[in-house]
């Protein structure tokens, strides 16, 4: 069956004679590869198919649960490579990219997650997004709890204005809308509980 995605590029490898290797997430699929034969030849015509980019690929899936497709057409839909104007961005884009494909199951429905990396690029790369930019910590701790959350992973909060703020904070993850309000120092605490909680359930940072 031939179906079709949205996909962010979140590495990418020569493979075998002239082909790529693409690997990323997805929202239909989770973590994902594909492989773009003639992709070494024509990537230069072809910037879509380099890291940090959303496009919408093509591919034919038998649903037999791998996680390694062959493309077959993939078109452009979003350039966040801006982010490798500034350093310490691209650092941080870099580290969250690592830590979904570390830790994203394959094939899995992740729609969260996915909106959330979206948002942390359009952020990093300094696309307006209609509201004050976020910091580097605040994109780790948007896209950590949109992960968290979505995998079952993040607790319920000790009192119901902390469980009312990580939902809303979630939710500004999907949305690309301001986050919730909250003291500046509360940033640094809120990232160290999320690594705890990562450590916790044995994910790689």
Known sequence: MIISTPFIVLDKRPYRENALLLRGVSPDYGRVSFILHGGQSFSKSAPQADIFREVEV????DCSGRELFAAKKIEPVL????????????????????????????????????EALRSVLANLAGMD???????????SV???SAFLYENGMLPEAVSPEQNIFLENLVASGVDNSPLPHCPAEYW???NNWLNELIAYHQLKK
Do not use: T
């Open 129 to 139: 997004p209609g509201h004050e930019a976020w910091s580097l910590i605040q994109c």
């Open 142 to 144: 948007v896209l950590k």
């Open 58 to 61: 093509e591919f034919e899936d």
């Open 188 to 190: 640094e605490k809120l």
């Open 79 to 114: 350039d966040f490579s801006a982010i490798a104007d500034n350093q310490r961005n691209y650092r941080m884009a870099g580290r969250i990219g690592a830590f979904l494909l570390d830790n994203m199951p394959p094939g899995d429905v992740q729609p969260h997650s996915y």
